[in-house]
């Protein structure tokens, strides 16, 4: 694998947001070359990435209203968000703002991650890359599309857990009305209940996922 260094890596580019009041751009917002500085960043980008998902989730603005939500039980909650109408934040002007600095921040955060994958590759340590894996998560797109060979790299140099990859090329394929690749994900019926079956062209499937490393699927 080449590895490109930062000084290569969007060096003519400047992606300007505005972003809580301040100017980034994808020159500062480029890894440090310091490994220990990896951490903090790591950590600032996850917890960027949370800011606002937990109201947008919720449909609420108020961060006490949040908090109680937030300590009731796991049923309760996924209760309350099924509940929800789909169409809220088109409908509410304080969570459309609060829609777009979370946007904003995920541009951002497409930059960075970008980078950091490119220059130091995917982190070892298991609590950075979880918090890796939250904000990967949210990537647009085209993001995905672009990345996923240099993904696909990572897992297959033992850095990277297979099934991260998996899970999120299957659902970026399902978003553009494909079929899974690894067929990972556990869908729900018209019932309600779980409705997994086997893929159509299993050998595709099984080779692509011994190819990174996970079982094959068998045969009923």
Not at 16 to 37: A, T
Request: net charge positive.
């Amino acid at each position: 694998m080449i590895r490109l260094s930062l000084s290569t890596v969007g060096k003519s580019i400047l992606c300007f947001l505005i972003l809580e009041g301040h100017v980034c751009n994808s020159q500062n917002l480029k890894p440090k070359s310091e490994p220990k500085h990896i951490s903090k960043q790591i950590s600032l980008m996850y917890e960027n990435d949370q800011k606002y998902r937990g109201f947008l989730a919720f449909g609420v603005t108020s961060k006490e209203k949040l908090d109680s939500l937030n300590k009731l039980p796991r049923k309760l909650i996924y209760k309350y968000t099924l509940g929800l109408d789909r169409n809220l934040i088109e409908k509410d002007t304080a969570l459309q703002k609060l829609s777009l600095k979370q946007t904003k921040i995920d541009s951002c955060n497409a930059i960075y991650l970008k980078n950091l994958i490119i220059e130091f590759g995917w982190p070892l340590e298991e609590k950075l890359s979880s918090k890796l894996t939250t904000v990967l998560y949210h990537m647009n797109d085209s993001w995905i599309r672009e990345m996923y060979p240099i993904l696909l790299i990572e897992v297959k140099s033992d850095k990277m857990n297979p099934l991260t990859l998996a899970n999120l090329y299957d659902k970026f394929l399902l978003r553009n009305n494909q079929p899974e690749l690894y067929h990972t994900l556990l869908l729900l019926g018209k019932d309600g209940k779980i409705a997994k079956s086997l893929p159509k062209d299993i050998e595709a499937t099984n080779k692509a996922r011994i190819e990174i490393g996970l079982k094959p699927l068998k045969l009923k």
